[in-house]
């Protein structure tokens, strides 16, 4: 009889924890699924055609592929850096506006501090002003600047995710400024997207539709940086490409709400030193899938 009990009191714990080891994970892979988007991925041609309006002789068009990634649906907003960092320093306050006024190293640093609250392995070893990339860790990071415009067109090919002209009405950018103003100053008639509102400010994540991944505000709002250094693309197919492997100058990518149309562009390339701040460069993150 007590055999009989002790068999099914083992039985009955080793379920319990079964159960309890099944809901943990459950949560986890809820949390991952309700604060990001799973992007599968996918083969794309990054930079631009040489017919596109505007583009830099640095969006050399070449194939890319890219593997599957979590990425968040908006930029990090000031209450969650405020929460990791007890800091906020951006030029507009709102809790659920984006955060701005933030280095790449702030960056990097938000993304390590996000992942050990968060019980994760920290992605980035960081030696002063040196960035080491742990590409195995399970934490967050920035994107590649190859993930975000494969993020950011959603498998379009145009200038825009939306349309071949996105209007204010689509992404918080200086809307007096639409998509080929700079031919038709005096003559609108052949603009798809007319002047517009110029807001003159951040807008809360998410104020506007998002892409066809479920991304909000890829275009507009604040610029995202990205991991890597900037360089010259090649005109080689890559795979899972992460940028040269030093530089002087770090990549942010979207335009911000006081960009012209033109330089939100989902392949317009824009440079800074990674310790410097402006008011209009924030971040979003992403997480191996």
């Not at 390590?112 to 960035?131: H, M, Q, T």
């Not at 800074?272 to 924030?282: S, V």
Request: aromatic fraction near 14%; include cysteine; proline fraction near 4%.
């Amino acid at each position: 009889m007590w055999k009989n009990f002790i068999k099914f009191l083992v039985i009955f714990l080793i379920a319990c924890g079964k159960t309890e080891s099944s809901q943990q994970n459950t949560k986890n892979i809820n949390e991952v699924n309700q604060n990001f988007v799973l992007l599968k991925g996918g083969t794309f041609q990054m930079g631009s055609p040489e017919s596109e309006a505007w583009r830099g002789t640095d969006e050399v068009q070449h194939s890319v592929h890219v593997n599957d990634f979590y990425m968040s649906k908006y930029e990090v907003t000031q209450a969650e850096y405020q929460e990791i960092t007890s800091q906020n320093p951006s030029n507009f306050s709102g809790k659920n506006l984006p955060v701005e006024n933030v280095s790449w190293l702030d960056a990097v640093k938000y993304c390590n501090a996000r992942s050990i609250k968060e019980g994760l392995e920290p992605v980035y070893i960081i030696k002063e002003d040196r960035v080491e990339w742990n590409q195995k860790a399970n934490g967050y990071r920035l994107p590649t600047e190859a993930e975000w415009e494969y993020a950011c067109r959603a498998g379009t090919t145009g200038p825009f995710n939306t349309q071949s002209s996105i209007s204010p009405d689509e992404a918080n950018y200086y809307g007096h400024y639409p998509y080929m103003i700079e031919e038709n100053y005096f003559s609108q008639e052949n603009l798809e997207t007319k002047p517009g509102k110029y807001r003159e400010t951040t807008v809360e994540v998410g104020s506007f539709s998002p892409n066809s991944f479920g991304l909000y505000d890829m275009h507009g709002n604040v610029a995202e940086w990205v991991w890597d250094y900037y360089g010259d693309y090649g005109n080689e197919a890559k795979d899972n490409p992460i940028g040269p492997s030093s530089g002087t100058l770090k990549v942010y990518r979207g335009g911000g709400w006081n960009d012209f149309a033109k330089n939100i562009r989902s392949a317009y390339r824009a440079t800074l030193a990674q310790d410097k701040r402006i008011f209009n460069i924030g971040f979003r993150v992403v997480r191996n899938a």
